[in-house]
């Protein structure tokens, strides 16, 4: 399918397993980004990429890794996953000449 | 650093009617760009409209306009006759159209049209 997708789109897990989150994107977009949102905060920046092997952190990084290897993947993963990271988690991804970014359908994590 | 601010968490509205949403940003670049996304309750983030800081108009799509007041540093979205399929969550966030691109997202609006 084109377009951006995530996968898992639900996931439910215990407090300190691994877990990762994937993204992938078939447009070849140069800009690849992680966001968070919780209630009262909107959407808040986790990591991004300006390219494969460029990563960079966004406002809240800790407790998060990511790579990209490849420019139509950004996987997002929680090394050892806290109940405060229980979130709804969007991957975007962007490039020039658009305005806007271009957001996947989300994934829902639920950490007991 | 830049900031969002979006003061109305929710806001209810007679269908038909035309409703304002408020955003006011705060930043020291020179160059950037203002967004609308609404977020609806199935949870996917659509994009509504752009302005850039240099845009001399303001931008319109559709039934939705950015009133952009760059001496107050505002971007409120307008909503035109205003239908039951704009209930939603709203956002504003900027973005610096000089490096990393990373947008930055205000708390929202919760929109809700009554019919």
């Known amino acids: 399918d084109a377009g951006i997708t995530q996968s898992p789109r639900y996931k439910i897990t215990e407090t300190g397993r691994q877990v990762t989150l994937m993204c992938h994107q078939t447009?070849?977009?140069?800009?690849m980004f992680w966001y968070r949102q919780d209630l009262g905060h909107g959407l808040r920046l986790i990591y991004y990429?300006?390219?494969?092997?460029?990563?960079d952190k966004g406002e809240v990084p800790d407790g998060y890794v990511v790579s990209r290897s490849k420019t139509e993947n950004f996987p997002l993963t929680l090394e050892s996953a806290t109940r405060s990271q229980t979130s709804v988690y969007f991957c975007?991804?962007?490039?020039?000449?658009?305005?806007?970014?271009?957001f996947g359908p989300g994934t829902r994590l639920t950490v007991l | 650093a830049q900031k969002i601010t979006q003061t109305q968490p929710g806001m209810f509205v007679q269908e038909k009617e035309a409703v304002t949403l408020d955003c006011t940003y705060d930043t020291s670049d020179q160059s950037y760009g203002l967004f609308w996304y609404k977020q609806p309750s199935s949870g996917e983030m659509i994009f509504l409209i752009y302005q850039g800081s240099y845009d001399e108009q303001n931008a319109t799509e559709g039934r939705y306009s950015l009133n952009f007041q760059k001496a107050r540093k505002s971007a409120n979205l307008v909503i035109s006759a205003s239908q039951l399929g704009d209930s939603a969550m709203y956002f504003c966030a900027m973005r610096q159209l000089q490096g990393a691109q990373k947008l930055v997202f205000g708390q929202g609006t919760r929109l809700t049209i009554n019919p």
């Open positions: 975007a991804s962007w490039t020039a000449p658009y305005n806007e970014q271009f």
């Open positions: 990429s300006a390219a494969a092997d460029i990563t």
């Open positions: 447009w070849s977009h140069s800009y």
